[in-house]
């Protein structure tokens, strides 16, 4: 009887809340929602209150909770409760996409990657898209969240991550003793040697170094694609950064007898992954020298007030650009050949990063080049000044 | 031949390890030749030393490790920190927690020597 009971009741409220929103929908609704049950995706609609009204079958999947359960509530209220990757909360009015969406009409125009809270207590990473809903009158009657689970693939990614990261510890430090004892012979540290062994060891040198920057590359690749997800936000100091990086192609530049100049302004803001700025701004700047053969690279570093950006300048007067080339230069595998200059290894995976990496910043990069006049990039990066 | 500046080396692969000492004993250095972080933090602990060349990822304590309890003991002795440059952020914190320098893997070991006799200058 009482389990009769339940049932009967369960049932009321079921189509209670389906109705409410079934008035304002067109008639094909029932046709609709088994058609929502049946994607892979999760999905709910609320009300312009962010109040579910409709929950499908995967988000059951996805989080734990069954339709019954959540009706009526807010997302909010112990259910998803979404945070970003860093774990801040995002429930609160002012911060929730959703409610951004419906009332201020900032609708994310891409997929937003949050966490969300399993009924288990576990948490799911989810890839979210948000969109207001209107009547055909215009009015507004709620919003729907479309979520997937990719918890799997972040997994992946980040052994991917890890892969790379011990295979690059293993890879390079084979080929820092062969460099590195070679150097020793060729600088006559261990012994005179005749003019053909110098002849045949620097022969092994250059191509060994050759080789040693196809490595480069494709460990910066492994580590690189595919990790989107494990994008850091955090306070970074670009001054310090920029700094450091300078500081440690220093000696390289020396060695060339190029003057490397520099000019950063101190307290340079943003929020962002240090790691890949890092990686990103080293791919500049050791470009610029690894393509100059004489003269000078610069670096300069400023904010400007008006448009509330970082802006990052490196100039050579190195070999330069050709103009059919600057527009596939930041293309990935793309490589300009410079007729009579030796080529140096390299799979044309430098700038397809520095690209990505400035883009997810949601900062732009331009490039100014000619041949034979050098190169200038120009870099401009959402940022404020730390005090 | 207690003249002779005493530089600790700390890096877990053999060959490099030698690499470095054989260059430091050119350049009229003494290296003392150590495998793995405890080794390290000992040695630069307990012995005279006028410079750290320090690798990070090493066995039982990591270069960095190293560095914060070498750096809070002995403040002024100069570290150069010696690494892949894949590990972008564990040379920023080396230099944000004292290091004097940092170069990356393959290098060239004349640099080595010039940047290591700069930052034991710089003292």
Known sequence: MTDKKTKKNQKDQKPDSLLKYQSTFPKEVSFLINLLDQISDGIYITDPERKIMYWNKAAETITGYKQEEVLGKRCADSILEHTDLAGNKLCSTELCPLHKAMHSNKVPSEPLTLKALHKEGRLVIVEVGITPLHSISGTLIGGIEIFRDVSAKVELEEQKARFFSSLSHELKTPLANMQGYLDLILSGDAGEINELQQEFLNTIYNEEQKLANYIEDLLEMGRFEGTDYSYQQNVTNLSALIKSLIRSFKNEAAKKGLVLNHNIATGLGLLGDKERLSQAFSNLIGNAIKYTEAGTVSIEAWFDREEKELIVKISDSGIGIPETDLKNIFEMFYRVEHPGVRNKGGTGVGLYIVERVIRRHDGKISLESAPGEGSVFTVSLPGFIID | ?123
């Open chain 2, 1 to 123: 031949m207690t003249d002779l500046k005493q530089v600790l080396v700390a890096e877990d692969d053999p060959g490099l390890n030698r690499l470095i000492s054989f260059k430091l004993e050119k350049e009229g250095f003494k290296a003392l030749s150590v495998f793995d972080g405890k080794a390290a933090l000992k040695t630069a602990l307990e012995e005279d030393i006028k410079a750290i060349i320090l690798d990070i990822m090493m066995p039982f304590l990591d270069g960095i490790q190293v560095l914060k309890k070498v750096h809070s003991a002995k403040p002024q002795l100069p570290v150069l920190i010696l690494s892949i440059k894949s590990r972008e952020n564990d040379l920023h914190q080396a230099l944000e927690l004292g290091a004097k320098d940092y170069m990356t893997k393959p290098f060239q070991p004349d640099d080595l020597i010039t940047r290591l006799k700069q930052i034991m200058e710089n003292d």
